[in-house]
DNA sequence: GACAAAGTGAACCGATCTGTACATTTATAG
DNA sequence: CTATAAATGTACAGATCGGTTCACTTTGTC
């Protein structure tokens, strides 16, 4: 119970933090944005670091939760769900606000992989990783966890692509390459 | 002729911005770390962001001629060449003090699609792709610029994962899918 | 050796940074 | 109503931010 406010200041700050990076947003700026009070931002957070992560594991929820749920409504059995992925990447990469990886750009602005930050980040793309390997195993193509890791190169590979902006559809190039590498893998 | 100092504070400029972020790299740290005043270089570049510039531009010549020159030391024929990159981008992940692609990094520091900064890193990312189609072309593979397009997704997931550090060669999964991809796009 | 260009060091500007202190107001209970 | 908890606004601390000023020293050239 008792929800409201510090779920509150996660949500918004989460938007504040994606659309203009972490170093780059300050603490003045979140009350502006989030009307929430700074004193009470400390009451809940020690640190800025503290409130990054919260707002990650929100991200990280929030993000996994869509993807997982559009690509079982885009697809039914598993080897097309994989290649939905790329489909649900593409409705991503045209959303009007589309800015990127937030996991990305979290290691990118706190290399240092002893960073709880960058360590935060990487969870996330490990999960994405057994996620994906389940549904390669259901889908009984061979060497499924080499396949997935594959596919999600691709899949990382059109969301920094996208986001740069120099290429017109990287999510339907990298649809069309994991379809040429399942049936590659396939017998 | 006149080379030394300007040249010589973009190039240490160059290490302190890629070990330690852009945001998070102040103009007293790196008089600090090259050891030169301040007075000098706002004498050479009138703002942080106009020495990031030229520290990218240093970077977009280092980093491609680099990669250039080892695939042709590493391969002679055009199809191989193509293989070859992901053999050097190992090499390159396995250095010491590897942190990711600067032009990410930069893209995901300013985001705005719109900013100077972010836009030359797209330049970068343009010119690999350019080269690139080149050698498949080269290579005579049917529809050499979707090859070389999800090739070079596979090099920027390769990129980023091995950045994030939560695979054990992301490199060589990459190199294995490229393969794929050339096997089956080749009659 | 003289002169100009290039580089130096340190102080300084106003703004902003993360984080704290404190007195006050607003909700939520019993 | 009253006691308690939660949230607020503001001012502030100390450090750092990007950038400027200025008097001085080094360097290269004729």
Redesign the pocket.
């Known amino acids: 119970m ?1 929800p ?3 779920d509150e200041l996660v949500q918004k700050a989460l938007q504040v933090f994606y659309q203009n990076g972490f ?7 979140l ?1 502006k944005e989030t ?6 931002m ?3 957070f ?4 503290d409130l990054i992560l919260a707002v990650l594991r929100l991200r990280d929820e929030y993000f996994r939760n869509w993807l997982y749920r559009r690509i079982e409504e885009l697809a039914d059995i598993p080897i097309e769900q994989l290649i939905a992925m790329f489909d649900a990447l593409e409705e991503w990469f045209d959303e009007p606000g589309y800015k990127g990886c937030m996991f990305i750009k979290a290691s990118s602005e706190y290399q240092d992989s002893s960073h709880p930050i960058h360590n935060q980040a990487a969870d996330h793309k490990r999960m994405l990783e057994i996620h994906f390997t389940a549904i390669a195993m259901k889908a009984g193509l061979p060497n499924p966890k080499l396949l997935t890791r594959q596919l999600l190169l691709l899949k990382e590979g059109a969301i920094v692509t996208a986001h740069l902006g120099h290429t017109e559809n990287p999510a339907q190039d990298a649809k069309k390459a994991a379809i040429a590498l399942i049936e590659a893998s396939s017998p």
């Open positions: 008792r409201t406010k510090r170093h780059a947003t300050g603490m003045d700026m009350v009307g929430i009070s700074k004193t009470s400390y009451k809940h020690r640190t800025k670091d």
